[in-house]
Structures are given as C-alpha cells and as structure tokens.
C-alpha cells in the first residue's frame, strides 16, 4: 500500500483534493452552498468577473465568508502582457503570491499557448509569484514548466466547460510517471464524479472543477457527489488495483478443496 501524504501546494499542505471555481452559478447563495457541499478547501477567483466595484467588494466578501484559501486566475488573458499585469492585481487586491496562470492560445477550445505560457510563467516566478499554471496534457511542455521553478501543473483533462473527461488518459498517466515529484492537479474538462474519481486512482493528487458543479441540476448535490468521487479515488490510488490480466481467473480455486462422493 502506497503511503498516504495530503496535497502539497508550495509548502501549503491540505486535506481536500478537489478545487472548485467560484463562476457559472444560478446564485451567489448556491455558490456558497456548493462550497460548502464540496468540503473543498482552495477556491479559484477572477477579477475579470466583475463588473462593477460594488459587485466585485460583495462577491470577494462572498467568497471570504467561506473561509477557503483564494487562488486567483488569470482567465481570458490572451497574451503575457495581459496575464502578467492581471496577476499583479490580483496579488493586490486578493493578497496572495498564488496565481493559477491561464494564458489561451485558441478561441475554439480554449487551449493554452505553449509558447506564451512558458513565457509568462518565467516573468512571474522571478517576480516572486508562486504560478500554478494550466496547460495542456503535454509531457515536454509540462517538463519544461517545472523546469522553470513550477511545482504545481495543471494540466486539462479536456477543453474547458467540454465535460468530456480524461480525454487522452495515456498522456496524463505518462505525466505522472515521470514526474513523480510534482504536484499535478487535472483542471478543466471533468463532467461527472466518475471522471475525477479517474484522475485520482491515476495518482493525480487534485482535481479542479467548476463548470461540472455549477452547471448541474443541483450544484450543491453535485459538489457533494464530487468530494465523495475524490475521496475514493484517493483511497483506490493509495490502496493499489489488482493487476490486469488476459485471461479470467476464478474467485473461488479448486485446488485444496474436498471432493463429495454420493454412494
């Protein structure tokens, strides 16, 4: 049995392995409420979600009622200018030296830019910054951004808001492999508690989620069911699956067991 170690964000340690976004809810009450559900312990905020001061003081005085440790993103931002500038206000506004970077590459599917990405990840870990950020499932790429100083990646299951799950399983399982000593959280792309619950016996150590919760039937339902799907996942993980096999064995051998005779 593998041992059991809880999530490691920079030196931050927690209980929780599932993340959960804060946008796309019919409400502020059941935003809240599926927080909580969620017994998440990190929550991702935008300032781009704001459109107004007095809306943007109310929803970051929602969000410090849940008592949840903020992790600001850079959502929409287009280029390394544009994501460096809005990390820096969000170090002022959210006092914190966390940033998930999200720099988009593609308008179809929302895919980072590799290119800008690294860029914009190497500006802001020199300026002291603490990056976590999403990319797609590319071993180099990934390769190359804890190269950089990243000790979190991010890397999608699938596009953003698509609820197609873990799309190329190989390529996430290669990651890990290889990259045993880097904390890797799946972001973007979960539908359902089955597709985190995946990610989890993979040995990844978080998931992220947002449009999955808030865009369900029931968020506050479907946060609980997503905090039961990590947790077994997790247990599954650290317990350790029984090896594939080509062919069928039996559940109960034969060998040492009594033969009856009739007379």
Request: charged letters at 15%; a negative charge.
């Amino acid at each position: 049995m593998r041992e059991e170690k809880p999530l490691n964000i920079y030196g931050q340690t927690f209980e929780s392995r599932l993340l959960i976004g804060s946008a796309l809810y019919p409400s502020p009450h059941i935003m809240q409420e599926a927080i909580c559900a969620s017994q998440s312990q990190i929550v991702t905020v935008s300032l781009r979600r704001q459109n107004s001061v007095s809306a943007g003081e109310d929803f970051w005085q929602l969000i410090k009622d849940t008592g949840l440790t903020v992790l600001p993103n850079t959502a929409g931002c287009h280029s390394v200018k544009e994501a460096v500038t809005l990390a820096k206000m969000c170090k002022e506004v959210f006092a914190t030296d966390w940033i998930k970077l999200e720099l988009i590459g593609d308008e179809y599917n929302l895919q980072p830019d590799p290119v800008a990405l690294l860029e914009a990840t190497e500006i802001l870990l020199q300026d002291g910054f603490k990056v976590l950020p999403y990319c797609t499932d590319d071993l180099v790429l990934c390769q190359r951004l804890a190269a950089l100083g990243c000790e979190v990646l991010m890397p999608w299951g699938a596009p953003i808001g698509t609820g197609k799950g873990l799309l190329n399983p190989y390529n996430l399982a290669m990651i890990r492999q290889r990259m045993p000593d880097t904390t890797l959280i799946v972001d973007a792309g979960l539908g359902v508690p089955s597709h985190a619950c995946q990610a989890l016996e993979m040995g990844y150590d978080a998931v992220l989620l947002n449009s999955a919760i808030a865009g369900a039937g029931c968020p506050v339902k479907m946060a609980s069911a997503f905090n039961h799907a990590v947790q077994a996942g997790r247990a599954a993980y650290i317990a350790q699956a029984m090896p594939e096999k080509d062919v069928a064995a039996p559940s109960t051998p034969t060998m040492g067991m009594p033969f009856w005779h009739q007379n």
